[in-house]
Structure formats: C-alpha cells, structure tokens
C-alpha cells in the first residue's frame, strides 16, 4: 500500500535560518507531487507541484524553493526564512487515472 | 480562474443531527472533480467524499452525502446522524481533470458536534 511521510512534524526557527522539509512516498511509482501551505484558519494554498524527477512548477513566487532529486522525494527549502513563513505545510501526492490526492502528516513552522 | 467558496466560517450541532456545509465554486470547465475534505485536530487531511462532474447521481459515502447542482455550481454536503469524532475544519475542493490533479480549496468551515 501507499505511504507517504513528512518531517519533521513541528519546527520552531528564527528569522534569517534555513529551512528543509522532506516528504517520501512508498509504494508507488512516478507521483505527482504537491507542497501546500495553510495559514491559520485559511484553505490551502499550492505552492510547488512536480511531475517528474527536477520538474518543478511553482504556483507563488515567494521565499520558498522546492526540489525532487527523487521520484518519490520532494524537497521544500528556503534560504533565509522570514516571519510571514510561519504556517502549516502539507506535502502531497497523486497519481494518474486516480483523481484523489492524498496528504502526509504536515509540518507546522513557526518563524521566531 | 476557478475559485472555490464556503460562506459559512463555523457552524455547531447537536450529536445525532443532520447538518449541511455550502460550497460554490466558479468554473468555465465541463469536466472536473469536486471533493470534501476533513481535517480533525490532527492536521491529517483526509477525503471525506469525491463526486465526478459528469455525474449526475450525487456521491453518497455512509452517513455522508452530497447535493451536486452543476448548473448553480453548488457543491454541499450533509452529514447524518452526525457524531462527536465529526468535529473538524471541513474543506471543499475542486480540480479540473487535466491540470496535473492540483487542487483549488475553499477556505474552509469549523464544524463542532456538541454533546
């Protein structure tokens, strides 16, 4: 069966540090795979999707970067984090003919 | 652009009540899914319920069923018999069947089930 997994689950980081958050997919092959922001008490907002090894398509210019060095690896960054990063991210993923997405655990950063 | 809207911020019920959360959505597509989604405390986001564009027979999942109005682009959904593990935020959204399966979200209703 599929799995899919995203740590760290919280992260409390000062302003000005890097970020990295990493979410793998089990038992599948080729996903698409999404990063989604939530804001308190707001919807989600895509951020990145990738349908491929290095494809990634951004949906929001912002602070954030996002990489796939591996099929079932999605990778979101940031340089130096600013206060407004702070958030719920939810990594995501799908796959052709199954019109359903399905969610990992979902980090919450907070951006001291 | 598609937008997807829940008018109503929060709602609470009775357990064992039957309760329905509105959605609307604004779309020039003939072909695409809509979907309710539930995220408890938890923060996991899981698929309450799914309903294809091209059907007119509404979705039913248990005690949870949809009321799908392609012409008004209404999207609601009820809950019987609602339960007190039925409290979370509940999320609409939609996708359109040829765009890499992203999703556009409502943002979002605050169910509470008393006792």
């Known amino acids: 069966s599929q799995t899919i997994h995203q740590w760290p689950a919280t992260l409390v980081q000062p302003v000005g540090s890097p970020l990295s958050l990493e979410c793998t997919v089990e038992g599948t092959s080729n996903p698409n795979l999404y990063w989604y922001r939530q804001a308190a008490g707001r919807g989600l907002q895509l951020l990145f999707y990738?349908?491929?090894?290095?494809?990634i398509s951004s949906e929001v210019p912002q602070n954030l970067s996002a990489s796939r060095p591996q099929d079932r690896q999605f990778i979101l960054s940031s340089k130096k984090l600013l206060l407004s990063d702070s958030g719920f991210y939810l990594c995501?993923?799908?796959?052709?003919?199954?019109?359903?997405?399905?969610f990992g655990q979902g980090t919450r950063l907070t951006v001291v | 652009a598609q937008t997807v809207t829940q008018s109503q911020p929060e709602m609470s019920v009775q357990e064992a009540e039957t309760v329905t959360l509105s959605c609307t959505y604004d779309t020039s597509e003939n072909n695409y899914y809509l979907f309710w989604y539930k995220q408890p405390p938890s923060r996991q986001m899981i698929l309450v319920i799914r309903?294809?564009?091209?059907k007119q027979q509404n979705a039913t999942e248990n005690r949870f069923s949809v009321n799908f109005q392609k012409a008004a682009k209404s999207f609601s959904l009820k809950i019987s018999d609602s339960q007190l593990g039925d409290t979370a935020m509940y999320f609409c959204a939609f996708m359109k069947t040829a765009s890499n399966y992203q999703l556009i979200w409502g943002a979002g209703t605050k169910l509470i089930i008393k006792p």
């Open positions: 995501a993923w799908s796959v052709q003919g199954v019109n359903e997405a399905f």
């Open positions: 990738s349908v491929g090894i290095g494809q």
């Open positions: 309903q294809e564009a091209y």
